[in-house]
């Protein structure tokens, strides 16, 4: 396709260029005024302690929405939560073809089915190494090596020159299951010449290289043959090579696996549809695990990260219904600290360790883990194979993004962009820049709803459980002369022993019967004014207690 005298290439990142996870990257070709584009992933990110209540985090598709009718594909470079599980939920207001690898695929289509989406989603399964035509983009995928099969690279061919996207990597010279890094066709794209390459910033700070899964699998079969009594392995799901390598370290010792947790059923059921995990004997199921002796089973479970739901939590407060681990049990952690997860994590290993469970992590285990993601000498190597005129850091936070430029510059890359969620980065033609800033925001999965990052429903939470809640409520009659009441009841505030929550209680309930006397004589309309003044008087009065303003609210019943 020749380029056009307004042709511009683009790229506009709204999600991943700010914070590591929820990847949303566009790119777009054409005169400003008619831009086709392409997505590459879809990701969500997850909720924390200032988001009670929402799990789910996605990117908000405002500015690309608009230009949904001008969106060719939505190309997927693997399968990991944050590049594919925003998928089902915003694939109805984007209703473009998807293309993703056989595994990645096979992912997807489970989430579609769950959401009701399998039979209206178009996917397009494409062969490792194929190619995508769509519009003036010409993609190549680049196999590379991470921490979940069939990970890609994209070379992006356009005729204002080529991108390599790089997703998720690292390069690992023995990753068990998969290809290794495709050295020679990174290298061939530099021959060609890259324009830019959008690439992965998470461990920038970490020197040397990430490790190989071959290490991980040399360190773990030793140390699960050293041990005595259940053993349970807590790794994500997503870690095929690592699950594989687990159940092999177990078998070596004699003893069969027991799958704990939906998803290490799912993406085991995945990896097993394109061929890996061969050879290995059937998984137990819950019920068959509990009458083989101890030493003769190995749980691998998820929850690595403290999630209150997935299985090993449960172990751990006792409350799964078929595993139990206790004294002279062991359990692995197989899995690195995301950030944002110490506090869970450390929760999850104290509850283990007060049952008695010996346990194994990579700070006092190092080999039991190693990162998916390049270090520096890893950025270094695939700097000289691709010889990029632009470096563009992706996949972290601000710090990293702008040490990874730095690290490029040092490296004599010529141009460095490091662009915000939301920031438009002319790519071609002239020098790299930002051009515009569009809408980038945030939506919650609250409830099983898409709700706006700041809505009144999480406002009000948030305000409730930092400050607490107290209810009132009255009944009066037709001449507004109280006729039971008021009653205050509270939720989430403290007492002391001189000063009982009873007797708060009451005196915050006389605070709203004086509010009630004082409207009385005001002229007004009186039942427009009830509600916020006994909300109003209490609120204050409650800050003159506890020097915090609760969450308020009042209910007028009449006879």
């Not at 970490?206 to 290490?215: L, N, P, Q, T, Y």
């Not at 490091?418 to 939506?443: C, F, H, K, S, Y």
């Not at 004589?521 to 003159?544: C, L, N, P, Q, T």
């Not at 969450?551 to 007028?556: A, D, G, P």
Request: hydrophobic share 40%.
């Amino acid at each position: 396709m020749p380029k056009k005298k307004d042709d511009e290439l683009v790229f506009l990142p709204l999600g991943g260029s700010n914070e590591i996870g929820m990847n949303f990257n566009l790119y777009g070709y054409g005169p400003a005024h008619d831009r086709r584009w392409i997505v590459v992933d879809l990701g969500i990110t997850f909720g924390d302690q200032t988001t009670p209540g929402v799990e789910i985090i996605l990117p908000d598709p405002e500015f690309i929405e608009q230009y949904a009718d001008r969106i060719l594909g939505i190309v997927l470079t693997h399968a990991h939560e944050d590049h594919i599980g925003a998928v089902a939920w915003l694939w109805p207001r984007l209703k473009a073809p998807v293309y993703a690898t056989p595994f990645t695929a096979f992912i997807l289509r489970e989430k579609l089915r769950e959401a009701d989406l399998l039979n209206e989603v178009e996917i397009t399964e494409v062969p490792l190494g194929g190619q995508i035509s769509l519009g003036p983009f010409e993609l190549e995928l680049i196999t590379l090596t991470h921490s979940i099969p069939e990970p890609n690279g994209l070379a992006i061919r356009t005729p204002l020159g080529t991108i390599l996207h790089t997703g998720d990597w690292k390069i690992d010279p023995d990753p068990l299951l998969g290809a290794p890094t495709d050295r020679d066709a990174i290298e061939r794209l530099g021959d060609e010449g890259v324009l830019a390459m959008v690439c992965d910033s998470t461990n920038v700070f970490v020197d040397g290289h990430a490790g190989s899964e071959a290490g991980v699998r040399a360190t773990l079969t030793p140390l699960i043959a050293s041990l005595k009594g259940k053993v349970a392995t807590a790794c994500f799901a997503s870690n095929v090579a690592r699950m594989d390598s687990i159940c092999r370290a177990a078998e070596a010792a004699g003893r069969r696996v027991c799958l704990v947790g939906r998803s290490m059923h799912r993406m085991s059921s995945a990896a097993k549809s394109v061929g890996l995990m061969q050879g290995l004997q059937p998984f137990l199921d819950d019920g068959e695990a509990r009458h083989l002796p101890p030493e003769r089973v190995l749980y691998l479970c998820t929850g690595s990260q403290g999630e209150p739901r997935a299985a090993l939590s449960r172990i751990a407060d006792g409350s799964h219904p078929l595993v139990n681990l206790g004294a002279g049990d062991a359990c692995i952690f197989s899995s690195r600290v995301i950030p944002g997860n110490e506090i869970p994590i450390r929760n999850l290993q104290d509850r283990l360790a007060d049952r008695g469970v010996r346990l194994y992590t990579e700070r006092d285990h190092p080999g039991i883990h190693v990162s998916g993601h390049p270090c520096r000498d890893e950025l270094a190597e695939m700097y000289r194979w691709a010889r990029p005129q632009i470096s563009v850091p992706t996949h972290g936070e601000r710090r990293h993004l702008l040490e990874h430029a730095a690290f490029a510059r040092d490296l004599q890359v010529p141009q460095q962009v490091t662009p915000r969620n939301g920031d438009m980065v002319l790519l071609a033609p002239g020098r790299a820049q930002i051009i515009d800033e569009v809408p980038a925001g945030r939506l919650y999965v609250d409830g099983g709803m898409v709700t706006p990052e700041n809505g009144d429903a999480l406002r009000e939470r948030r305000h409730a459980a930092y400050n607490g809640m107290l209810s009132v409520s009255v009944v009066l009659d037709g001449k507004n002369k109280v006729a039971s009441g008021p009653q205050v009841r509270a939720l989430g505030l403290p007492s002391e022993p001189d000063y009982p929550l009873e007797d708060i209680l009451d005196d915050l309930a006389e605070e709203a019967e004086r509010a009630l006397e004082r409207l009385r004589g005001e002229e007004r309309e009186f039942d427009e004014s009830v509600e916020s003044a006994i909300s109003r008087a209490v609120k204050k009065a409650s800050h003159r207690i506890w020097g915090r303003r609760p969450v308020v609210e009042t209910t007028v019943l009449r006879l």
